[in-house]
C-alpha cells in the first residue's frame, strides 16, 4: 500500500485543492450543492475573516500516489473553553475517501495540531463554533442541505467511529412536506393565541441592518446561552454573517418581537439558493461571463 501523506496546507494552489476536494466526493450525489468557490475562500481567509481575531485553525491535506485523498481543519476557540470551562479543540471541513487509513491520517494530524494548542479534546464536526455548520449526517441523506446545514456520505459515521468517535449530542433539521398546510396551521394558533399576547410584532428595519443587526445579535446571544456548545457571537462575526446573508434578507421574511419598545425576539426565513448553486457549481463567472452570478439571481 502507498504511504498517505497529510501536510498543513499553506500554499494558495493547496488552499484551492482543499476547496475543489468535495466535488470528487459528491460527483455522484445529486443532493448536494456545490460551495460558492469565492465565499470559501472568504470562509478560510485569515486576514479577513473575524474568527481569527480570537481564536485560530489550521487546513490539512492528505494525499496518496500524489492524488488528493482527503482533507481536514483543526480550530481552536478560546472563547468556547472559557466558557465552558473545557480544554477541547475542533475539527472540520472533514472529507474523505472511503478508507481508515486515509481518515486515521487526517485526524491524527488535526489532533496533533489541537494537542500544540494545549488542548486535551477534540470534537466536531464543527466549523469554528456552533454557530457555523457543525454536525455530521446520519439519516436523510435524499435531501439536500439548507442554509448552515450539513450534508456528507452515509458511509462517514462509521469511518468516524472506527476512529474512537461516539455521539456526543443530535441536531435536528425539518422539511415541511406541505408548506401551505403548515403556514396555515401556524396562522390559526397565532390567532388563538393573539388575546394573550402582550408583545408586537414588526418587521425588520433592512434600511438600517447595522443597527437591526446588533439587536439580532443581542438576543440571540441571551437566547442561546444555555443550549449545548453555545459560543456567544462576536460583534465582528455576527456582523460579517449578516453582510453575507444581506443579499438574502427580504422585510416580508424578517419579524422583531417588541414589549414596550424593547426587542425580545427575531426570525428570518431566507429563500434556499442551494437550489441555484447546484447549477452554477461554485462558480459565479465561467471565461469571464457572470453565468453563474445571472443564474443565482434568477433562482433568488
Known sequence: MSQIEVLQVRSRADQNAFIRFPWRIYENDHAWAPPL?????????RKSHPFYEHGDAALFLARQN???????MAS???NYNAIHDS????????????NDNVAAALFNAAEG??????????????DYSTNYVCGLLIDGFQYPPTILTTHNPPYYAQLLERQGFSKTMDFYAWWFGDAT????????????LQPRMRFTIRPGNLRDLPAESARMRRIYNEAWRDNWGYVPFAEAEFAHMTKEMKPLLRPEFTAIAEVNGEEIGFIIALPDINVAL??????????GIPIGLIRLLYEK
Do not use: H, S, Y
Open 37 to 45: 468557490i469565492i465565499e470559501r475562500k472568504a470562509f478560510f481567509d
Open 66 to 72: 500524489g492524488e488528493v485523498v482527503g482533507r481536514i
Open 76 to 78: 481552536d476557540d478560546p
Open 87 to 98: 480544554n477541547v479543540g475542533c475539527f472540520g471541513q472533514f472529507e474523505c475517501v472511503d
Open 113 to 126: 495540531w489541537v494537542r500544540r494548542k494545549g488542548r486535551l479534546e477534540i470534537m466536531g464536526p464543527i
Open 181 to 192: 398546510r403548515a403556514a396555515d396551521r401556524l396562522r390559526k394558533l397565532a390567532a388563538r
Open 278 to 287: 447546484q447549477k452554477i457549481n461554485g462558480r459565479l463567472t465561467t471565461f
